[in-house]
């Protein structure tokens, strides 16, 4: 089964610490995304990278870094800089074939 | 002005009435226009996208855009109480893999 696969479901950050979210796909998708959606806001980009060893930034990339080491991979890490971490974080990804961009099932990331 | 914006309600509209939803969007150069769903602690989920001027039906959803007016819509005909959801109007200017997404639009269809 083709798709994107998002870990953990939950995950808690301690205050300084940095906690890495994990993106998958096996859609043989050139770009990937990470968005960072709050509660009644729409999707705001963090990151995304159109090839292997490439990235850019997006719209609120302080305080978040990622890696595109393999183009089935895109790992987003929230470093103790991001002072606001709490949101639902979802990756996706698109074909060069394809303009539809599609989603993996999110990461809800909260502090304690 | 944002790029793209959207009434974020609640729309309330009763079960089998059609649900309208807008979005106005800033840059003329956006080619490429999408409509997702979102339940409640999901991802989004790809329902319909459009390229052109007019209307594109499927099922019970017809995206229409008009792009001189800068404005895309969703009709959601014969509403059911599981199209309670939000609704996230996402654009594409030409030549960029970006999407650009509005707020969204909390849909609520009432039995």
């Known amino acids: 089964d083709g798709g994107i696969t998002q870990s953990p479901k939950y995950l808690f950050r301690k205050e300084g610490q940095n906690v890495t979210l994990s993106c998958e796909q096996n859609?043989?998708?050139?770009?990937m995304y990470w968005y960072r959606q709050d509660p009644g806001q729409g999707l705001r980009l963090i990151y995304y990278s159109q090839i292997v060893n490439d990235f850019q930034k997006g719209d609120i990339a302080e305080g978040y870094s990622v890696s595109r080491e393999k183009k089935e991979s895109f790992p987003l890490t929230v470093t103790s800089a991001q002072k606001n971490p709490t949101a639902f974080y979802l990756c996706?990804?698109?074909?060069?074939?394809?303009?539809?961009?599609?989603f993996g099932s999110g990461t809800q990331l909260s502090v304690l | 002005q944002k790029e793209v914006e959207q009434n974020s309600g609640p729309l309330s509209v009763p079960e089998g009435a059609i649900a309208s939803l807008n979005c106005t969007y800033s840059d003329r150069v956006s080619q490429s226009f999408f409509w997702y769903r979102q339940y409640s602690g999901k991802s989004p989920e790809l329902i319909m996208s459009?390229?052109?001027?007019g209307d594109k039906e499927d099922g019970r959803f017809t995206a229409q855009l008009n792009k001189a007016s800068q404005y895309v819509s969703l009709l959601i005909r014969d509403s059911q109480p599981s199209d309670s959801a939000t609704y996230l109007c996402a654009v594409r200017k030409a030549g960029s893999y970006q999407l650009t997404f509005g707020k969204g639009t909390k849909l609520s269809v009432i039995p």
């Open positions: 859609l043989n998708h050139d770009a």
């Open positions: 459009i390229y052109s001027n």
């Open positions: 996706a990804s698109i074909g060069t074939q394809n303009e539809k961009l599609f």
